[in-house]
Nanobody, 124 residues
Framework: QVQLVESGGGLVQAGGALRLSCVAS????????MGWFRQAPGKEREFVAS????????NYADSVKGRFTISRDNAKNTVYLQMNSLKPEDTAVYYC?????????????????WGQGTQVTVSS
C-alpha cells in the first residue's frame, strides 16, 4: 500500500514563497505521474500541477502558471511544488496524489492515492 506524506505548508505573506514536499513509500514511485491539487474552504478540490514519471513533462493550472514549479526526485521518492509570488487566493489545503498512468493528467479521477494534505495560508 503506497502512502504519501506532504510537508512544507505554513503561513506566508503575499508575495512570499513556500516549497511543498511529498514523500512516497514503496518501490513504484517512478512508474507513475504525480500531481498536486488544492482545496480552499467551501470550494471543490482543483488541479494545480502534474509531472510525468521521468519529470520531463509538466502541466499547470492557468492560475499558477509562471509562479509554481513541480519537480520530482525519483531517487528520493519525492515530488515537490515550489510556490513563488504567493497570493491570498492560493490559500488552501494542498494534496499530492499518485496518478494511475505515467503521463501528466489533470483530472482527479485519474489519481488513486492521496496524501493527507498540508495547509498553506497566504496573508494579505
Amino acid at each position: 500500500q503506497v502512502q504519501l506524506v506532504e510537508s512544507g505548508g505554513g503561513l506566508v505573506q503575499a508575495g512570499g514563497a513556500l516549497r511543498l514536499s511529498c514523500v512516497a513509500s514503496g518501490r513504484t514511485f517512478s512508474t507513475y505521474a504525480m500531481g498536486w491539487f488544492r482545496q480552499a474552504p467551501g470550494k471543490e478540490r482543483e488541479f494545480v500541477a502534474s509531472i510525468g514519471r521521468f519529470g520531463g513533462s509538466t502541466n499547470y493550472a492557468d492560475s499558477v502558471k509562471g509562479r509554481f514549479t513541480i519537480s520530482r526526485d525519483n531517487a528520493k521518492n519525492t515530488v515537490y511544488l515550489q510556490m513563488n509570488s504567493l497570493k491570498p487566493e492560493d490559500t488552501a489545503v494542498y494534496y499530492c496524489a499518485r496518478a494511475t498512468v505515467s503521463y501528466t493528467v489533470l483530472s482527479a479521477a485519474s489519481y488513486d492515492t492521496w496524501g493527507q494534505g498540508t495547509q498553506v495560508t497566504v496573508s494579505s
